[in-house]
């Protein structure tokens, strides 16, 4: 049984350059979140995804954006890359129909803007 | 709003001796309460939960923790701790009444609490 699996694992962009992370659920979970971790914080919610569309929003500029298909993959985007968006980028899968289950996350892609 | 805190940045103990690390949540609706772990350069991996019930919840690794509803609290704890449970360790809360008003589930972390676990 796969677990959430995420690519790139590493990533080395440019400031304002655009950049696009996939990340594909645990088998059989239909809901899709991202988090974004600096390093020494912990993780923070950029948004979820369920039935292709975006569900809840955290704190986030639309410089972020994302995506989820038919297949619940997603993809998370960010455009006008700025050297504070360096982080480790986590995504995570679950049940909409089990509303106590718990988040399975991926091993994240770690991001470097300079 | 939710928030999480987890007031101590390191917690250092002995091997065989017991181990407590703390967690404190602000939830407008009904809580939901995880423990993850984060090993170097890895994601999260998912220790226990309380959604309702026993206020004592038992989870992976020997782990185990208890939800206080009036201090608003949800301790993690270990009867005999390993050098092996040295890690960074994530309380989250999220509020259990979200999903059913059309929110989502998103959760919301505290700052992580460094264990280190020596011989």
């Known amino acids: 049984d796969a677990g959430v699996t995420q690519s790139p694992t590493h990533l080395i962009k440019t400031r304002g350059q655009q950049v696009t992370l996939r990340c594909s659920p645990k088998?059989?979970?239909?809901?899709v979140s991202w988090y974004q971790q600096a390093l020494g914080q912990g993780p923070q919610f950029i948004f979820q995804?369920?039935?292709?569309?975006?569900?809840q929003r955290g704190n986030f500029p639309d410089r972020f954006s994302g995506h989820q298909f038919p297949n619940y993959s997603s993809e998370l985007n960010v455009n006008a890359l700025l050297l504070g968006d360096s982080a480790l980028y986590l995504c995570?899968?679950?049940?909409?129909?089990?509303?106590?289950?718990?988040?399975?996350f991926g091993p994240g892609t770690r991001l470097t803007v300079t | 709003a939710q928030s999480v805190a987890q007031p101590e940045d390191q917690v250092n103990v002995a091997e065989g001796n017991p181990l407590t690390v703390k967690c404190t949540y602000s939830?407008?609706?009904?809580?939901?309460l995880f423990w993850y772990v984060q090993y170097p350069n890895r994601g999260l991996q998912f220790l226990l939960k309380?959604?309702?019930?026993?206020?004592l919840v038992k989870g992976s690794y020997g782990f185990e923790a208890e939800f206080n509803k009036s201090q608003t609290s949800f301790h993690l704890k270990k009867p005999s701790a390993l050098v092996s449970d040295s890690a960074l360790y994530f309380c989250?809360?999220?509020?259990?009444?979200?999903?059913?008003?059309?929110?989502?589930?998103?959760?919301?972390f505290g700052t992580g609490t460094q264990l280190k676990v020596e011989l």
């Open positions: 309380y959604i309702t019930g026993d206020n």
């Open positions: 989250a809360v999220r509020d259990g009444t979200d999903w059913v008003t059309g929110g989502g589930n998103k959760l919301t």
């Open positions: 995804y369920y039935e292709e569309e975006e569900r």
């Open positions: 995570a899968s679950s049940l909409t129909r089990e509303w106590g289950l718990e988040q399975y």
């Open positions: 088998s059989g979970h239909d809901t």
């Open positions: 939830v407008s609706g009904n809580p939901y």
